[in-house]
Every structure is written in C-alpha cells, then in structure tokens.
C-alpha cells in the first residue's frame, strides 16, 4: 500500500508516546499523577447536564442538524457583547466548531493553497502547526521568547516573509508558555496584517482561565480587528463541556463564511442535544465561570508553590489551565527529563519539544488533578532528589 506523502511530516503524536509511558509503569503497579494532557477534571453544572439530557431523549434531535440553530448563534452574540461589548451579526459572523480543534485542523484548508505561508508561535499547540501542514502551507515560526515576555515580535519578522504570508495565528492567553499578551500587541497585529493583506486567527480559549484578579478581553474589540480576521473560542474549558466539542469561529464574515463553506461539504452539523447545552451554559447562571477560574488557581497555587519550595525554579503562570517550566541545567532535553521525573515520582508531564524548536528546555504541566493529587505531587517531588535547592 502506498499512502500520501503529506503524512511523512506526521510521527507519532507526542501524547500517544506519552500514553504508552503511563501504561508501562501502571501495569508495574506504580502510581501516575498525569499532568501531561490538557482534559479539564471539572465537569458541566448539572443544569447543563440535564438540558442535554432532556434533548437527548427527544426523538426529532435525532436528524442530521445541518445548521447552527437561531438560538445557539444568538446565544453567542448575546455572550460576546456582555462578556467582551464585541457586537456579532448571528447570521453572518459566527460559526459552530465540533471543538477548537475541528477549526484549527480544517481553517487553513479554506484559505491557505500549496506553498503558501503561514505565520505561527513557536513554542504553540501543535495543531496550530499541523493544520497549515494538512494545506500544505510553508510554516514561519515566530519565536515566543522568554525575555519578551513570550509575546510575539512583530517586528523581527523579514519583510520578505510577511509579504509572502497569507495567514497568522497568535494565541494569548498562551498555550504551552501561559502567557498573556498587553492590548497594544493586538492594536499592532491589526496594523501588521493590515499593511501586508494577512488574515488573522486568534485563538481565545482561555480567556475565562485568567488569575489574581486579571482580565482578558478579545481580539475582534480592538478597532480594525473584524476587517482582518476572526477569533476562535471555545466552551471546553470554561463550563466542563470538552468532551462534548464545542467551539466557535466568530469575526469576519468572508472569512467566517468561506469555513461555513468547507465544512458545509465535511460534516453534518453538531449534534442538537449539544447545541442545546452549549444555549443553557452561554445564557444560564454564570457563577460556574467564576468557580471553576477560581479552582484552576488554587491548583496553580498548590502545585507552584509546593516546587518552587522542592527546588524547582519557575514562574506561576497568570492564566490558563497550564504551568510552563524549564528544566534543569542538568538535563540535556526535555524529553529526558520528562522520562527520569516519571521513573523517581510517577509524575508525568509533556516535553516541550512537543510543541515546537523554541519548547526545548522546558516542559507543559496542565492543572487537571485535584488540590490533594497536586500535594501528593509536591511530596513525591520534594523526596525524589530530582532537583538541588
């Protein structure tokens, strides 16, 4: 059999090899305290949960849904101008996902042709990288750079290659670095993709997951924001509903529109019963946003502050369900570092080179253990040596 020469830029997926540790040392009848994927623990109010499963029993939610219902577009218009005072057209500029993830995979094929250039972090989620690949598109890697703060640099990008680039994706509140960006970043990405006719996508998943009484807004309320491109949010993290895949892409309309295009030809709608929980948790009581900000930070606090006592320098993050850590001097690479923590604590956690050049050197915890779990990985830190105070 021979197979398309587009997944010879695809290995192995960092968290299948990741799985395969966990496996091992499980069947050895030792503990693992997982802190390598991103599966958010917390699940929906059981409001949610019972409007879809009230949905779910309704026979006529059984048919192919075709098309976003009135009442989830306006859902989340009415969520975007309370929560950001971004006004969106329900018609024409907002689009359901199957997740972010569904989004990411697919966006680039509706704008990016063979050869084109794609602009993207480095260190990032992978799938903002393998996306373009999928298209076929040249990848240009803009650094995140810990003495920027790991805030895009727009400026250091050759003039040859923001000419050729067609689409940029930037990402703040950050994935893998937990970074946030200031609003004069967003007021120059706007001017940047403005000067050189780039479509822009900002990934805004975090924005709820905002700690020490900071905020985040969006990128489609700086001015000139909706003539440039569109943002991508999602349900996952902030009401429980991961597993249900939730997402959105709201902002421009040609763009928005041309994604409704291509996947009007790729899938048949989310499913009804999903959409209808997706309307209770935007319109529904939101203390649960709140609650569920305020347990990622405890966990944040738990765990930082429990290595950084165990000798393990880092900086506590300021959002997102991330913490970002170098490793030690000691260690030639991540992904060694990431084997030796699992053999002398059984915690597991994700290499930085997972996400790109610029990941080498440090690794990826995600927040998804409970306080007391994250204790117990603080003691089986502190015992094992691994790091000299």
């Known amino acids: 059999m021979k197979f398309a020469n587009r997944m010879n830029q695809f290995g192995e997926g960092v968290f299948s090899r990741l799985a395969v540790m966990r496996k091992n040392r499980l069947a050895q009848g030792k503990e693992v305290y997982d802190l390598s994927i991103g599966a958010p623990n917390i699940p929906p109010t059981k409001r949610i949960m019972e409007v879809m499963a009230e949905a779910v029993m309704k026979p006529a939610n059984y048919v192919y849904a075709i098309n976003d219902t009135q ?34 995979s697919h966006i680039a094929l509706s704008i990016l042709d063979p050869g084109n250039v794609m602009l993207v972090p480095d260190p990032c989620y992978p799938i903002f990288a393998d996306g373009p690949r999928i298209a076929g598109a040249e990848l240009y890697y803009m650094p995140l750079q810990k003495e920027n703060d790991y805030v895009i640099q727009l400026q250091d ?14 990402s703040y509140p950050n994935n ?84 409704k295009t291509l996947k009007s030809n790729m899938d048949y709608g989310m499913f009804l019963p999903i959409q209808a929980a997706a309307v209770e948790a935007l319109t529904g009581n939101q203390a649960v946003v709140a609650e569920t900000r305020a347990a990622y930070e405890h966990r944040r606090d738990v765990l930082c502050d429990g290595l950084i ?65 994250m204790k117990k990985i603080v003691e089986a830190v502190a015992v094992s040596g691994i790091f000299d105070k």
Request: proline fraction near 5%; include cysteine.
């Open 71 to 104: 009442q989830l577009l306006e859902a989340v218009a009415q969520w975007y101008k309370r929560r950001y005072d971004v006004e969106l057209n329900p018609e024409t500029e907002i689009c359901s996902l199957l997740g972010s993830q569904d989004g990411l």
């Open 309 to 373: 006592e165990a000798g393990w320098h880092m900086e506590k993050p300021a959002g997102t369900m991330f913490v970002w850590a170098p490793i030690p001097d000691s260690y030639q690479d991540s992904e060694s570092f990431v084997a030796d923590l699992l053999d002398k604590t059984g915690v597991l956690v994700t290499p930085g080179s997972a996400f790109g050049p610029s990941g080498e050197g440090y690794v990826r915890m995600a927040l998804v253990q409970s306080e007391d779990t």
């Open 157 to 170: 990008i050759p003039e040859e290659i923001a000419r050729k680039a067609k689409f940029m994706l930037v």
């Open 176 to 259: 893998p670095t937990a970074a946030m960006a200031p609003e004069s970043f967003y007021h120059e990405v706007v001017a940047f993709a403005k000067k050189y006719d780039i479509i822009v996508l900002h990934d805004n998943a975090y924005s709820e997951l905002v700690f020490d009484g900071q905020s985040c807004g969006s990128f489609l309320s700086i001015p000139g924001a909706m003539e440039v491109g569109v943002e991508f949010n999602s349900l996952s993290k902030t009401y429980g509903l991961a597993g249900a895949r939730i997402g959105f892409c709201v902002g421009n309309k040609e763009v928005v529109g041309m994604l």
